[in-house]
Structures are given as structure tokens and as C-alpha cells.
């Protein structure tokens, strides 16, 4: 089993950035395809991006791709979220998630593990 801790969030104003990270426990950090996933008050959780468990593949969400950008560096276990130009649609509760089984997916019910999630707010 694997634990997933996010930090970096915080309040930026628009345009600005933020780095997310998202440590995880245990040395098969590498064996698991992660996903970032965002959920604003209100709404449901919608996936942001996916990487394989080498970093060679990824994947966006239309609403982010070119602003955002995901990698991981499985030395130190962690997988990370920069996010470029930001606007007020970017505020929610971002969670980062691991899946046991191979690649990574879209679909919040396809992972098995998840952080506690870190509030990131962006005022226009």
C-alpha cells in the first residue's frame, strides 16, 4: 500500500503559478501510473493529468493541457504538478492518486490510492 501526501498549494492571483508535489511512502513509488485530479466546492472530481511509471507518457485534460505540466522523479518519490497561468476556473482542491494496475487513466474509479489534497485558490 502507498501513501500520498500533496503540498505546494496555496493563493496566487491570476496568471501567476504554483508547483504541486506529491510525496509517496514506500519503495514501489515507481510501479504506479499517478494522476492529478482537481474538485472545485460544488462539483465533482475531474481528472487534470496522468503519467506512466516511467514519466514517458502523459496526459491532460483539455481544459489545462499547455498550461500544465506533469513529472515525477521516482528517486525521491514524489510526482509533481507545475501550473502555469493560472486563472479563477483553477481554484479546487487538487489530490494526487496512484493505480496499481498499468498506465495511467482518466477515470477518478481507475486509482486505488489518493492524498489528502491541497487547496490552491486563484483571485482574478
Known amino acids: 500500500q502507498v501513501q500520498l501526501v500533496e503540498s505546494g498549494g496555496g493563493l496566487v492571483q491570476a496568471g501567476e503559478s504554483l508547483r504541486l508535489s506529491c510525496a509517496a511512502s514506500?519503495?514501489?513509488?515507481?510501479?504506479?501510473?499517478m494522476g492529478w485530479f482537481r474538485q472545485a466546492p460544488g462539483k465533482v472530481r475531474l481528472f487534470v493529468a496522468g503519467?506512466?511509471?516511467?514519466?514517458?507518457?502523459?496526459g491532460y485534460a483539455d481544459s489545462v493541457r499547455g498550461r500544465f505540466t506533469v513529472y515525477r522523479d521516482n528517486a525521491k518519490n514524489t510526482v509533481y504538478l507545475q501550473m502555469n497561468s493560472l486563472s479563477p476556473g483553477d481554484t479546487a482542491v487538487y489530490y494526487c492518486?496512484?493505480?496499481?494496475?498499468?498506465?495511467?487513466?482518466?477515470?477518478?474509479?481507475?486509482?486505488?490510492?489518493w492524498g489528502q489534497g491541497t487547496q490552491v485558490t486563484v483571485s482574478s
Open positions: 503519467i506512466n511509471r516511467s514519466g514517458g507518457d502523459t
Open positions: 514506500g519503495p514501489t513509488f515507481s510501479s504506479y501510473p
Open positions: 492518486a496512484a493505480r496499481r494496475a498499468y498506465g495511467w487513466r482518466s477515470d477518478s474509479s481507475a486509482y486505488d490510492y
